[in-house]
C-alpha cells in the first residue's frame, strides 16, 4: 500500500484533526528511526500512519484498539509486520512488542504527544523552539504531560537508544513536518 492510499484509509476512520496530527507524527518519527535498524523507512512510516486507525471506532472498548486495526489492515492486505505491530502498541491486548519493528513503535506512540505537550507550553508554541534541555527538564516533571507514559517511552532503551538520542531523533522528525502539525 502507498502512502496516499494509506492516508485516505486513515480518513476513512478517523475524523479527529488532533488524532490524525498524532498519526502523522508518529509516521515521520517511525520513517527517522527506521534506517537505524536497516529496516525499510516506507513501511516503519505506513505502521506509524496507521497505528491508531481503529481509535475512534475502539474508543468504549480500549482492549479492542489494536486488534480492530489489525483486522483493518489486514483485510486491506497490509503484511504481517505491520499487522503485529498494530496489535502490540496498546498494552491493554495483551499482545507484547517482540520485533524491533514492534517495539519502536511502542515508544514512538507516547513520544509524539510528549512533543506536543512541550511545544505547547514554550513560550512560541513551536517545535522549532524545543530542544533538548526543555524537553528533558519535561520529561521530569511527574505532573506533565501525564497521559504520556513515560516508561513506555523509556522503552527505547530496548531498541539500543538512550532517552537523550530518541527525544532528539522524534523532534527532528516532528520538526520536519510542522506546518502539518500546525506547530
Same mark, same amino acid.
Given at each position: 500500500?502507498?502512502?496516499?492510499?494509506?492516508?485516505?484509509?486513515?480518513?476513512?476512520?478517523?475524523?479527529?484533526?488532533?488524532?490524525?496530527?498524532h498519526?502523522?507524527?508518529?509516521?515521520?518519527i517511525?520513517?527517522?528511526?527506521a534506517?537505524?535498524?536497516?529496516?525499510?523507512?516506507?513501511?516503519?512510516?505506513?505502521?506509524g500512519?496507521?497505528?491508531?486507525?481503529?481509535?475512534?471506532?475502539t474508543?468504549?472498548?480500549?482492549?479492542?484498539?489494536?486488534?480492530?486495526?489489525?483486522?483493518?489492515?489486514?483485510?486491506?492486505?497490509?503484511?504481517?509486520?505491520?499487522?503485529?505491530?498494530?496489535?502490540?502498541?496498546?498494552?491493554?491486548t495483551g499482545?507484547?512488542?517482540?520485533?524491533?519493528?514492534e517495539?519502536?513503535?511502542? *515508544?514512538?506512540?507516547?513520544?509524539?504527544?510528549f @512533543?506536543?505537550? $512541550?511545544?505547547?507550553?514554550?513560550? !512560541?508554541?513551536?517545535?522549532?523552539? /524545543?530542544?533538548l534541555?526543555?524537553?528533558?527538564n519535561?520529561?521530569?516533571?511527574?505532573?506533565? *504531560?501525564?497521559?504520556?507514559?513515560?516508561?513506555? @517511552?523509556?522503552? $527505547?532503551?530496548?531498541?539500543?537508544? !538512550?532517552?537523550?538520542?530518541?527525544? /532528539?531523533?522524534?523532534?527532528?522528525?516532528?520538526?520536519?513536518i510542522?506546518?502539518?502539525l500546525g506547530?
Amino acid at each position: 500500500m502507498n502512502r496516499n492510499d494509506a492516508l485516505a484509509l486513515l480518513k476513512k476512520y478517523l475524523k479527529n484533526q488532533n488524532l490524525l496530527k498524532h498519526c502523522l507524527a508518529c509516521e515521520a518519527i517511525m520513517k527517522d528511526l527506521a534506517p537505524g535498524y536497516n529496516q525499510d523507512p516506507e513501511e516503519w512510516a505506513l505502521v506509524g500512519l496507521l497505528h491508531d486507525i481503529d481509535y475512534e471506532i475502539t474508543k468504549d472498548c480500549p482492549e479492542s484498539h489494536g486488534i480492530e486495526g489489525a483486522r483493518i489492515l489486514s483485510e486491506a492486505g497490509l503484511s504481517d509486520n505491520v499487522i503485529a505491530a498494530l496489535r502490540s502498541h496498546n498494552p491493554a491486548t495483551g499482545h507484547v512488542p517482540n520485533s524491533v519493528l514492534e517495539k519502536a513503535l511502542y *515508544a514512538v506512540d507516547p513520544v509524539s504527544g510528549f @512533543i506536543v505537550a $512541550c511545544a505547547l507550553i514554550h513560550p !512560541n508554541r513551536t517545535l522549532s523552539g /524545543l530542544d533538548l534541555d526543555f524537553l528533558f527538564n519535561r520529561f521530569k516533571e511527574k505532573s506533565f *504531560a501525564r497521559g504520556a507514559d513515560r516508561n513506555q @517511552i523509556q522503552t $527505547c532503551n530496548d531498541l539500543q537508544l !538512550n532517552l537523550n538520542d530518541f527525544l /532528539l531523533i522524534a523532534l527532528h522528525a516532528m520538526q520536519k513536518i510542522s506546518p502539518q502539525l500546525g506547530l
